[in-house]
């Protein structure tokens, strides 16, 4: 059974670049499927902010960037704003033959 | 733009089923799959399972024995039915468009606004 491991939180300054980890671990020790990133601001539902490790729906912000290599991923953010601060959530395959979805526990971004 | 609305009780008693709905507007239900992602108060996302448009089905294997997702494409419509629940099943449920990205990498692009269930008596 794989897990997908988030730091609980992180933060930053406004202006600032932040990253988000995401680290996969399985007990086959397999690479990482591909990544997904989602914000989820107080109170609502989570958005999808990055998909396929590393692309941006239309409308998110380039502020916004996703990279992958091996077992983890990271989620950047740069020109820190106010309006940032949320929850985060990666999202990835577990990588057993069932290939369900998995979640990351979520970070809690700060915006200072 | 395509938009989806949870629907069903607030409030559910314990051992008993919880049922919901999940209306699928401005766009067709078919060609994607539907899943139920739930988030318990404070806590982080479950991904409950999908279904395609087909009736084909995909569950989390730690809910499989107790979840039936089901579909209804005359009413662009899908459903979540979780029995058995108790107070650990009060969460926020949401239903998302599942999109594939090649073989094996699902996401969620579209997300209905999520609705409080409660397990209690």
């Known amino acids: 059974q794989s897990v997908l491991t988030q730091p609980p939180s992180v933060s930053g300054a406004p202006g600032q670049r932040v990253t988000i980890s995401c680290t996969g671990s399985?007990?086959?020790?397999?690479?990482?499927?591909?990544v997904h990133w989602y914000q989820q601001l107080p109170g609502t539902a989570p958005k999808l902010l990055i998909y396929g490790n590393n692309i941006r729906p239309s409308g998110v912000p380039d502020r916004f960037s996703g990279s992958k290599s091996g077992t983890s991923a990271s989620l950047a953010i740069t020109g820190l704003q106010a309006e940032d601060e949320a929850d985060y959530y990666c999202?990835?395959?577990?990588?057993?033959?069932?290939?369900?979805?998995?979640f990351g526990g979520g970070t809690k971004l700060t915006v200072l | 733009q395509v938009q989806l609305q949870e629907s069903g009780p607030g409030l559910v008693k314990p051992s008993e089923t919880l049922s919901l709905n999940c209306t699928v507007s401005g766009g067709s239900i078919s060609d994607y799959h539907w899943s139920w992602i739930r988030q318990p108060p404070g806590k982080g996302l479950e991904w409950i399972g999908y279904v395609y448009y087909s009736g084909s089905t995909n569950y989390n294997p730690s809910l499989r024995s107790r979840v039936t997702i089901s579909v209804d494409t005359s009413k662009n419509q899908f459903s979540l039915k979780l029995t058995s629940v108790t107070a650990a099943d009060t969460a926020v449920y949401y239903c998302?468009?599942?999109?594939?990205?090649?073989?094996?990498?699902?996401?969620?692009?579209?997300w209905g606004q999520g609705t409080l269930v409660t397990v209690s008596s």
């Open positions: 999202q990835s395959q577990d990588t057993s033959l069932s290939a369900h979805v998995l």
């Open positions: 399985s007990s086959d020790a397999g690479a990482l499927y591909d």
């Open positions: 998302a468009r599942t999109l594939e990205l090649g073989s094996s990498s699902d996401y969620f692009d579209y």
